[in-house]
């Protein structure tokens, strides 16, 4: 395993939340999973999120808090859990939303 996946945040039903599909090579299936980034700006992607994921069963999986910046035509992406600096991607602008491969900070 090399800690790395691959998410697509967009714009959720509530306003200031974002709907996730994400995978990880950490996963023991090949499937996508399903989370919710909650605590946003209504109409941004960029902001500070607490951000749920569900497993492959759809149990909850992690939560972490999230930190989403845009600099230039790039979305940088930081992950913390309890404060602590846990993974870091980058993103580009898709339909409706941004994608984002991330990896384990080193």
Do not use: N
Not at 34 to 54: L, N, Q, S
Not at 69 to 88: A, L, P, Q
Not at 100 to 106: C, E, G, L, R
């Amino acid at each position: 395993m090399s800690d790395l996946g691959i998410v697509v945040y967009r714009p959720g039903r509530e306003p200031g939340t974002l709907e996730a599909d994400w995978y990880s090579d950490e996963l023991d299936r090949k499937v996508v999973c399903k989370g919710v980034a909650k605590g946003g700006i209504p109409g941004r992607i960029e902001g500070d999120y607490k951000v749920f994921y569900c497993g492959p069963d759809d149990e909850d999986d992690d939560c972490f808090d999230l930190s989403i910046e845009k600099e230039g035509e790039i979305f940088v992406g930081r992950w913390f859990e309890k404060g602590k600096f846990i993974y870091h991607g980058f993103g580009i602008v898709i339909d409706g939303g941004i994608a984002m491969a991330w990896q384990k900070v080193k």
